[in-house]
């Protein structure tokens, strides 16, 4: 799967994307972001504070509760800020 | 219906001067444009850079823009938003609706900007002389496109 960082989560886990093998039990948006705040720590304090780290599965908006079943691609960034 | 993503500069007089032009079935043409500005929080910008996640950007927008469809009827409509590094003054949006009498042109167009500005994935990064800078998300905007969560397109009240 690959996982993609945005805007200033790319910097805090210091890349853009990298491609990972999840675990079996890492089955939805909230187990996968658990799991990479395990590897980052900066990233960690990020989805520590509600609301910043946002996500989208095969580039559409997903909650945490979204399962990764099928999934190609995860996105996280923060709020969007376009316009 | 168009949505652009650009890298480079646009005009957004001469964008305006194409749409909808040769159709008389059109009587109303509103427009946004979004421009960059030169001060933020009482600090100077020096230039802007707008990034934005390609493929769901594309998606997102042409999403925003038939919901803006089906609430409205708009004869036609455009969006085009740049990214990449601009300097202010230089145009980063425009959004515009043609439709046969100004009420729906104008509330399309609103909703188009407000709706572009939450659910579409863009992030400002500032260049101030003391360094560069995210912008954050504002409250102001999620309660500008929360309001058309629950109102009804404008239809005889």
């Not at chain 2, 305006?16 to 159709?23: E, T, W, Y």
């Not at chain 2, 515009?96 to 104008?106: F, G, I, V």
Request: charged fraction near 30%.
């Amino acid at each position: 799967m690959r996982i993609r960082y945005f805007a200033w989560l790319k910097q805090r886990v210091g890349r853009a994307e990298e491609e990972v093998v999840l675990p079996n039990e890492i089955a939805t948006v909230g187990q996968l972001k658990a799991w990479l705040a395990g590897r980052y720590p900066r990233f960690a304090e990020a989805c520590a504070a509600t609301g910043v780290v946002k996500a989208a599965v095969d580039q559409e908006f997903a909650e945490d509760d979204r399962p990764l079943a099928g999934a190609r691609e995860v996105a996280f960034f923060p709020p969007v800020t376009g316009g | 219906m168009t949505v652009r993503i650009v890298e480079q500069p646009f005009d957004p007089a001469r964008e305006l001067a194409a749409f909808a032009r040769g159709r008389s079935d059109v009587g109303a043409v509103a427009s946004f444009t979004g421009l960059v500005r030169d001060e933020h929080g009482g600090e100077r910008i020096l230039a802007m850079t707008l990034e934005h996640y390609p493929g769901m950007t594309e998606r997102q927008l042409a999403r925003i823009e038939a919901e803006a469809r089906a609430r409205w009827p708009l004869l036609d409509a455009l969006v085009i938003h740049r990214v990449g590094r601009m300097l202010p003054g230089e145009p980063i949006v425009l959004v515009a609706t043609a439709s046969a009498h100004r009420a729906a042109a104008l509330e399309a167009c609103a909703f188009l900007i407000d709706w572009l500005k939450t659910k579409a994935p863009f992030w400002k990064l500032e260049e101030t002389p003391t360094g560069a800078r995210w912008v954050e998300a504002r409250a102001s905007d999620d309660a500008a496109a929360a309001r058309w969560e629950r109102r009804e397109p404008s239809s005889p009240r």
